[in-house]
């Protein structure tokens, strides 16, 4: 069986490794040439664990192979999934350009029967669209099956996901192309569920707007917690014990980010608008995900006054732990608004700074390491939840900050530890705990 994977972005890279691991013959392409170039090298353009080893073992065995020619990666596949990227319109709408600009290319370079299988997130209806473009360009005498097999796969733990997922979902409306897809998964022995392509294109968006409604809604009763002086680490045990609930997705925090969640949302509420049916609920999830963004600021000003001319250290950048990914990060609205605010910034992320150095503007400091961010700062707030800060001592903050007074958008620290230091600590969902040294300070 051959493989070929079009987009050497996240999805397409670990689908296309994982799948050669398999034991497949997989020729992953991409337009971009110094990415194909790098990965033929065996070096991975993404940070994601275990995933360069893996790359570099495949390259090795010849079972993986990297390429901007069309001709050679679709001529003799037998399967080609499409995981180029769905980019958001200004609008919320999803950008299918490269979606049809690939089927266009499928349909020029095959020569023989193939099934095009769409891993990338794309709106209901559009395996229908990518089948007629294929359709009306490829050759007459070839038949082309198109299966919807979205993707679940999580940043950070995406190797752990591809092959202990919870499930796999294929939706066809061709019983055979379907059963084939469904065998290049038999090996890994998850849960396999066949459904048709409208379902399993569904199945997708109904999954990330759902686990953003959990964010959102444990967000919000964080706030009512600390509004009434409830704990949300209690609450949200207490309620995810129930099964029906589930203790998954329950940590309160400064909203949800990434490549995923915030677009998919805004794709459910237009594709929900598009036939009539307004999402409400959607659209709160998505307005109080952008509030809670701002919140530590909102905290940080409440603690010092104005932050004209104040040292803030920002911890974390990506918008969560083992990734470099900042899209849409919660640390990239509070830099925003901390510089409008007239703070002075010094950042610190074990491997993000490259990536937030290229969006954000000056006025920023990334430091090397976190006592640098923290040295002489006059509040620090904790935006990512990577273990290297979780496990970071309190001593340290006492030590090297000027005033040591932490706004912790990720709950990394137990009250019971932070009690025993001389630090002001403002987490989320939880009671805040303000030190005497601190209360001069505190307007
Ligand atoms: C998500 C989906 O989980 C995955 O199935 C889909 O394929 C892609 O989108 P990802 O964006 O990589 O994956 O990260 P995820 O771990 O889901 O976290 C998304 C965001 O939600 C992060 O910003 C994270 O900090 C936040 N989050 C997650 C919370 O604030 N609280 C939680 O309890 C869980």
Not at 98 to 116: G, H, M, P, R
Not at 188 to 198: E, F, G, H, S, Y
Not at 290 to 296: A, E, F, M, V, Y
Not at 348 to 353: E, F, I, R
């Given at each position: 069986m051959r493989i070929a994977v079009a987009g050497s972005g996240y999805v397409g890279l670990v689908t296309g490794v994982c799948l050669a691991e398999l034991g497949y013959q997989v020729i992953c392409i991409d337009v971009n040439a110094d990415k194909i170039k790098m990965l033929q090298s065996g070096r991975s353009p993404i940070y994601e664990p275990g995933l360069e080893p893996l790359l570099q073992r495949n390259v090795i065995s010849e079972r993986l192979h990297f390429t901007t020619n069309p001709e050679y990666a679709y001529t003799n596949a037998d399967i080609i999934f499409i995981a180029v990227g769905t980019p958001e319109l200004?609008?919320?709408?999803?950008?299918l350009k490269y979606v049809e600009a690939v089927s266009k290319t499928i349909a020029e370079f095959i020569k023989d029967d193939v099934i095009v299988c769409t891993k990338s997130t794309v709106p209901v209806g559009t395996n229908d669209k990518i089948k007629e473009i294929i359709n009306n360009l490829k050759p007459q005498e070839l038949h082309v099956e198109v299966v919807s097999n979205p993707e679940f796969l999580r940043e950070g733990s995406a190797l752990i996901d591809f092959f202990h997922g919870d499930r796999i979902v294929i939706g066809s409306n061709n019983h055979q192309a379907a059963t084939l897809i469904e065998q290049i998964y038999l090996p890994l022995n998850i849960p396999i569920m066949k459904t048709d392509i409208k379902s399993a294109e569904m199945i997708k968006y109904a999954s990330n707007a759902f686990l953003a409604t959990k964010i959102s809604f444990i967000n919000e009763i964080a706030t009512l917690c600390e509004r009434v002086g409830a704990n949300i680490e209690e609450v949200a045990n207490g309620i995810g014990k129930d099964h029906r609930i589930g203790p998954y997705f329950l940590q309160a925090g400064i909203g949800y980010g990434g490549s995923c969640f915030p677009k998919d949302t805004k794709a459910l509420v237009q594709l929900a608008g598009n036939v009539q049916h307004p999402f409400e609920l959607l659209k709160a999830v998505i307005e109080v995900n952008k509030l809670q963004q701002s919140i530590p600021v909102v905290k940080a000003k409440q603690l010092l006054g104005s932050l004209k001319g104040k040292s803030v250290a920002v911890l974390g950048l990506a918008f969560k732990p083992n990734t470099d990914d900042i899209r849409e990060a919660a640390s990239l609205v509070i830099i925003q608004e901390l510089l409008a605010e007239g703070a002075e910034i010094a950042a610190y992320d074990p491997v993000a700074v490259p990536n937030a150095a290229r969006v954000l503007e000056k006025g920023v400091t990334f430091t090397k390491n976190i006592k640098s961010a923290l040295y002489g700062a006059d509040i620090a707030i904790i935006a990512t939840e990577w273990e290297e800060i979780k496990s970071l001592p309190l001593d340290v903050y006492s030590t090297y900050m000027n005033t040591p007074i932490i706004v912790d958008g990720r709950n990394c620290y137990s009250l019971e530890d932070v009690r025993d230091h001389p630090i002001t600590y403002v987490s989320v969902g939880r009671p805040a705990i303000i030190k005497e040294q601190s209360k001069i300070l505190i307007h």
């Amino acid at each position: 069986m051959r493989i070929a994977v079009a987009g050497s972005g996240y999805v397409g890279l670990v689908t296309g490794v994982c799948l050669a691991e398999l034991g497949y013959q997989v020729i992953c392409i991409d337009v971009n040439a110094d990415k194909i170039k790098m990965l033929q090298s065996g070096r991975s353009p993404i940070y994601e664990p275990g995933l360069e080893p893996l790359l570099q073992r495949n390259v090795i065995s010849e079972r993986l192979h990297f390429t901007t020619n069309p001709e050679y990666a679709y001529t003799n596949a037998d399967i080609i999934f499409i995981a180029v990227g769905t980019p958001e319109l200004k609008d919320g709408a999803t950008n299918l350009k490269y979606v049809e600009a690939v089927s266009k290319t499928i349909a020029e370079f095959i020569k023989d029967d193939v099934i095009v299988c769409t891993k990338s997130t794309v709106p209901v209806g559009t395996n229908d669209k990518i089948k007629e473009i294929i359709n009306n360009l490829k050759p007459q005498e070839l038949h082309v099956e198109v299966v919807s097999n979205p993707e679940f796969l999580r940043e950070g733990s995406a190797l752990i996901d591809f092959f202990h997922g919870d499930r796999i979902v294929i939706g066809s409306n061709n019983h055979q192309a379907a059963t084939l897809i469904e065998q290049i998964y038999l090996p890994l022995n998850i849960p396999i569920m066949k459904t048709d392509i409208k379902s399993a294109e569904m199945i997708k968006y109904a999954s990330n707007a759902f686990l953003a409604t959990k964010i959102s809604f444990i967000n919000e009763i964080a706030t009512l917690c600390e509004r009434v002086g409830a704990n949300i680490e209690e609450v949200a045990n207490g309620i995810g014990k129930d099964h029906r609930i589930g203790p998954y997705f329950l940590q309160a925090g400064i909203g949800y980010g990434g490549s995923c969640f915030p677009k998919d949302t805004k794709a459910l509420v237009q594709l929900a608008g598009n036939v009539q049916h307004p999402f409400e609920l959607l659209k709160a999830v998505i307005e109080v995900n952008k509030l809670q963004q701002s919140i530590p600021v909102v905290k940080a000003k409440q603690l010092l006054g104005s932050l004209k001319g104040k040292s803030v250290a920002v911890l974390g950048l990506a918008f969560k732990p083992n990734t470099d990914d900042i899209r849409e990060a919660a640390s990239l609205v509070i830099i925003q608004e901390l510089l409008a605010e007239g703070a002075e910034i010094a950042a610190y992320d074990p491997v993000a700074v490259p990536n937030a150095a290229r969006v954000l503007e000056k006025g920023v400091t990334f430091t090397k390491n976190i006592k640098s961010a923290l040295y002489g700062a006059d509040i620090a707030i904790i935006a990512t939840e990577w273990e290297e800060i979780k496990s970071l001592p309190l001593d340290v903050y006492s030590t090297y900050m000027n005033t040591p007074i932490i706004v912790d958008g990720r709950n990394c620290y137990s009250l019971e530890d932070v009690r025993d230091h001389p630090i002001t600590y403002v987490s989320v969902g939880r009671p805040a705990i303000i030190k005497e040294q601190s209360k001069i300070l505190i307007h």
